[in-house]
């Protein structure tokens, strides 16, 4: 696949960057656990429209069609902002990717319980999943597994887009940038 080089991460960019990243994982915290204002009512959008969209190609595969849906979503923008080598949307793309993670694990975590308000009413996807793979007792492990592969994500972006500014420290600014780096 082609793809351009990635853009420049000047220091006031990464500063920016972290700043930014910094009050979205304060917001993860102190949300409900797997459930952030507005990222999660967007990952929930994703999750029911996966399910038809999966399960018009298999019904087997249908329960895992939320998930899928939630994750694709992010994946495509990830992948885009690659191929443009866009450093900065690239990272945040990926903090949403893993975002995800922590509300997926939310829902596994239900498996068993299931006390969540499932939208729509159905059956309960994890419910379903593990059953199916006779591992509904490790409901609440695999899901702390999940939460611990989301923040590892999220915080490695971050690290990312601080190994970028710094691979980038000594890199001349593109003749376009010269403009606007006056006013950073
Ligand atoms: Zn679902």
Known sequence: MERTEWDLVTKPK???FLIAAGFFFLLVMVSEPGFVFIVDHANLLFHEAGHPIVGLFSQRLEPYGGTLGQLVFPLVLM???WR???SLSFAGASIWFFENWLNIARYLADARRQEL???GGGDHDWHRILSSWHILPYDGTIATTLQAIGWLGMVAACVWVGWRAWQDRNRP???ADFASAAWL
């Open 14 to 16: 990464l500063i920016g």
């Open 117 to 119: 308000p499932l939208v």
């Open 173 to 175: 600014l593109p003749q």
């Open 79 to 81: 992948v885009s902002f």
């Open 84 to 86: 443009q080598g866009q």
